[in-house]
């Protein structure tokens, strides 16, 4: 039996997990409000795989060496954070072209929506360590 000060830590920590939205929800959010609903569809279907990769890797076992190495979490860590602040700088230079009052949404290819969102689906460290 888990005694009970093990499981309301494991609660709460489990509630402040699923309410706080991480990089990929905030990512998402963002890349719809900028280029609508079929860019964040697309987005989505990028994170997705990007999660696909990391639940592979999970069930290779190759999770529990990044979770225990520091070096390898701080790699995956700090490549996925590099990642979103490049991506922050591109749209602040674009800003111009992805303002709310125009009508038509910012045009991306799809690839590239899909290849955005996956790479931040690769790099979200939470995934690897609570997979």
Do not use: K, M, T
């Given at each position: 039996m888990v005694p009970l000060s093990n499981l309301l830590a494991f609660a709460l920590a489990s509630v402040v997990l699923i309410a706080v939205p991480?990089?990929?929800?905030?990512?998402v959010i963002g890349r719809s409000l900028a280029v609508g609903r079929k860019g964040g569809v697309l987005t989505v279907l990028g994170n997705a795989t990007g999660q696909l990769v990391q639940v592979a890797a999970v069930a290779l076992g190759l999770g529990i060496i990044v979770a225990q190495s520091v070096v390898l979490f701080s790699v995956v860590k700090l490549a996925g954070a590099a990642y979103l602040v490049y991506l922050g700088i591109k749209?602040?230079?674009?800003?111009?072209?992805?303002?709310?009052?125009?009508r038509q949404?910012?045009?991306?290819s799809p690839r590239r929506l899909v290849a955005e969102g996956l790479v931040v689906g690769v790099t979200n460290p939470k995934s690897v360590v609570f997979s």
């Open positions: 991480g990089p990929s929800v905030l990512f749209a602040i230079r674009n800003r111009r072209h992805n303002s709310f009052s125009d949404p910012a045009a991306s």
